[in-house]
């Protein structure tokens, strides 16, 4: 049986295949726009559209139109706000080449000076062990710090092994074990690496700033200060 609209005309090929389309996708104000034309040009004459339905569904695309113009307003603002804070982040990073900083994290960067490193103890520790990894995860040098108390521990990496043996250019890790009296373990906080910051670079990862040709993130910058 061939399908007809209520006023007994069947409705147009291209009305149909428009609403299908626009179904089929987020409804925006030009598609509520064609649905709003298509119904008058198929409303029943018998039973027309009344005034105040029509006054409705009108305000319906006002407010459609206003929340659509609403969303762009957003977006555009939030393009604009990426784009400063962008902008802003450059222009920090470039004021920080030829800083010392503090960066978060238990890597490092050996390129034949001396490698500067840290962590913070929440509280006085009966024994504290450092140990410096390469990057197969072996143990190349082992440091007995002994008794330590609460606070920040700096500790300088000359880049040999326990035997004096210089180690090659590379990345490595580290790691602090501390314990109290008690032989509890002690949580270590706030692990980092010292150095001055050389260059920075930008990728899809964002800013990084080089140290010991070691790079960090903007976001784990814990203290900036003129160089020692």
Not at 200 to 227: A, C, H, K, Q, Y
Request: aromatic share 6%; proline share 4%.
């Amino acid at each position: 049986m061939e399908t007809t609209a209520l006023n007994g005309t069947a409705p147009r090929a291209s009305d149909t295949t428009a609403l299908t389309n626009a179904a089929s996708r987020t409804l925006d104000r030009d598609d509520f726009l064609l649905m709003l034309v298509t119904q008058l040009q198929n409303q029943d004459p018998l039973n027309p559209l009344q005034g105040h339905e029509f006054a409705a569904q009108l305000a319906q695309f006002s407010s459609v139109e206003q929340l659509t113009n609403i969303s762009e307003a957003i977006k555009g603002s939030q393009e604009a706000n990426n784009l400063l804070a962008q902008s802003i982040n450059s222009g920090v990073a470039a004021g920080l080449i030829g800083k010392e900083i503090d960066a978060l994290g238990n890597e490092l960067g050996w390129i034949g000076e001396p490698v500067r490193l840290g962590f913070e103890l929440p509280r006085a520790a009966a024994s504290v062990e450092v140990k410096i990894l390469d990057d197969t995860g072996k143990t190349v040098r082992t440091f007995d710090l002994g008794k330590e108390a609460g606070g920040l521990i700096d500790l300088t990496w000359d880049g040999t092994d326990g035997n004096g043996n210089v180690q090659p250019n590379g990345r490595y890790t580290f790691e602090v074990t501390a314990v109290d009296a008690s032989g509890e373990a002690i949580g270590v906080d706030n692990t980092y690496t010292r150095g001055t910051v050389d260059r920075i670079s930008f990728s899809s990862e964002g800013i990084r700033l080089w140290i010991d040709d070691l790079p960090v993130s903007m976001s784990s910058v814990l203290t900036v200060r003129n160089p020692s």
